[in-house]
């Protein structure tokens, strides 16, 4: 089990502060049911992708994260937003 610190900005890039260089981008449905995001290594190429869905009533996320480049490897997150 591992975690991260991400700050979710509202023009909708992320922060990710343990690793200077990465970037990335989120969105929300209107609903605010869902979460995508994805992350972005110091040359601009994509290293992961996350599709998740709200849990009840909280603001955590479960979804599944795909891993590039062309990875067959899909790990479970539970997100959660403060």
Not at 56 to 63: A, L, M, Q, T, V
Request: glycine share 6%.
């Amino acid at each position: 089990i591992a975690s991260h610190t991400a700050t979710f900005n509202a023009d909708l890039s992320i922060l990710i502060p343990d690793a200077p260089g990465y970037t990335g981008n989120w969105s929300q449905n209107a609903a605010k049911t869902t979460l995508f995001f994805e992350y972005f290594d110091e040359t601009a190429n994509k290293v992961m992708e996350f599709n998740g869905f709200a849990i009840n009533g909280s603001n955590c996320f479960d979804g599944l994260t795909n891993f590039f480049p062309a990875s067959t490897y899909v790990s479970p997150y539970r997100v959660c937003l403060p």
